[in-house]
């Protein structure tokens, strides 16, 4: 089997494993090495952007949700804001409408004084006058036979009478 | 038996010139395959070589991860399977894809060749082959990994002796049979396919015009180049096997 010529050749056998083993090393060292390492980049790189892609789509989700959050607030705000202004000038026209009609009231409660008191004036005066003339007017009937003092208390019944038929 | 011009010829030391050049062109061969790829590569868009080369880096990937045992076997066997890998598969296909045979006068003295050597194959050298359908050289491969995985084994020596002995005597026999069978497996398949493809091609056509032997030639070109395909995974995954049998580190690290 190792005789000269033989299928099996020592050398043969020998200088292609060293032939080999340097293919092998000149291969692993210059094109296998870089290789691997590419690979890796581009492994950690795509990993690397995957993660990212998910990140910022969660970063997405998350303020889209917000977003609609805060949307939702304002809106709930602006709702809220215009029934309070819708309230509050419910009631600010019912205090103006209270109000006018206070004013209202008064002023005819007012009125109704003023009437009352000048209608009592008036009738006051009137009286006064009707007693003065129908005492003057019995005076001059009786024919000036009258005293002061009987003058004075016709006047005065007169007066009271008359308050009594005016009342 | 064809005839390779030798190195040393006559002496212990007797070489065949053609396998260590092919082996060198092989090597040639998967080193610029792979620079192109690491040149042509793109992180955005992979695509052509770049594509088959991840393929097949993600494959002898696999392939390791499968039988080694231990993250740091798996990081020595890496680079070894990937380049056996592509190496054996290049190497396979070479001498289907081409075989040199220049044809001598037997009497010249020609540079390497012996005069008996010529004589004996009426004066036909082949001046191009697989490196692989040489036997040392498949059997050099096998005992190189023979011996690299009795070396990964022996930095563990009590669990490596102890594994030799497990199943007395025929762990000891496993030992010389599976180089023997591992390297005798490449060079027997890729030595068949190549002589009978060598056999067809130099057949004569029948009445001197039919070329009878062409639907075989195709026939066993095409089962040649699968089995070369299988053959250099075989190789391949066989030598992570073995390795892995041999690294004990999975069971000192649990």
Not at chain 1, 49 to 67: C, D
Not at chain 1, 70 to 99: F, G, H, P, S, T
Not at chain 2, 32 to 53: C, K, S
Request: glycine share 4%.
């Amino acid at each position: 089997m190792f005789q000269v010529g033989g299928i099996f050749q020592v050398g043969t056998f020998i200088f292609s494993v060293i032939s080999f083993l340097i293919v092998f090393f000149i291969i692993q060292r210059f094109a296998f090495k870089p290789l691997a390492k590419m690979l890796e980049q581009r492994r950690i790189h795509i990993e690397t952007q995957i993660s990212e892609a998910e990140k910022s789509r969660e970063e997405a989700e998350r303020l889209l949700a917000e977003q609609q959050r805060l949307l939702e607030e304002a809106r709930k705000e602006a709702r809220n804001m215009l029934d309070q202004a819708r309230i509050r000038a419910d009631e600010q026209a019912r205090e103006i409408v209270q109000k006018a009609e206070e004013e209202a009231a008064r002023i005819l409660e007012e009125s109704r004084q003023a009437i009352v008191r000048e209608r009592d004036e008036a009738l006051a005066a009137v009286t006064k006058r009707v007693a003065e003339l129908s005492v003057e007017l019995t005076a001059k009937l009786l024919c000036d036979h009258v005293t002061p003092e009987v003058h004075k208390d016709l006047l005065a019944e007169a007066e009271s009478k008359l308050g009594e038929l005016v009342c | 038996m064809p005839v390779f011009p030798t190195l040393f010829p006559g002496t212990i030391w007797q070489t065949n010139v053609v396998v260590i050049a092919t082996i060198f062109l092989t090597g040639l061969i998967v080193f610029i395959l792979l620079r192109l790829a690491v040149a042509r590569m793109d992180m955005r868009h992979p695509r052509g070589l770049q594509n088959l080369v991840e393929w097949a880096f993600d494959f002898s990937e696999s392939m390791a991860k499968d039988v080694m045992p231990s993250d740091e076997s798996r990081r020595f066997v890496r680079p070894l399977a990937f380049i056996t890998l592509l190496f054996l598969f290049v190497a396979n296909w070479l001498g289907l894809i081409m075989s040199i045979t220049v044809h001598f006068d037997p009497h010249a003295h020609v540079w390497g060749l012996s005069p008996s050597d010529l004589q004996t194959s009426k004066g036909d050298v082949e001046l191009f082959d697989s490196p692989t359908s040489n036997m040392s050289m498949a059997l050099g491969l096998a005992i190189m990994v023979w011996v690299i995985s009795h070396a990964r084994g022996l930095r563990h020596p009590a669990k490596w002796f102890r594994h030799l002995l497990r199943h007395f005597p025929f762990g000891l026999l496993e030992e010389i049979t599976n180089p023997l069978t591992h390297g005798m497996r490449l060079f027997g398949n890729i030595f068949a396919g190549e002589i009978l493809l060598g056999l067809l091609l130099r057949a004569p056509f029948a009445f001197h015009f039919i070329p009878w032997q062409l639907p075989f030639i195709i026939l066993w070109l095409l089962y040649s180049g699968f089995v070369a395909t299988i053959q250099a995974y075989v190789f391949s995954i066989l030598m992570c096997l073995y390795i892995g049998m041999k690294s004990f580190e999975a069971d000192s690290q649990h």
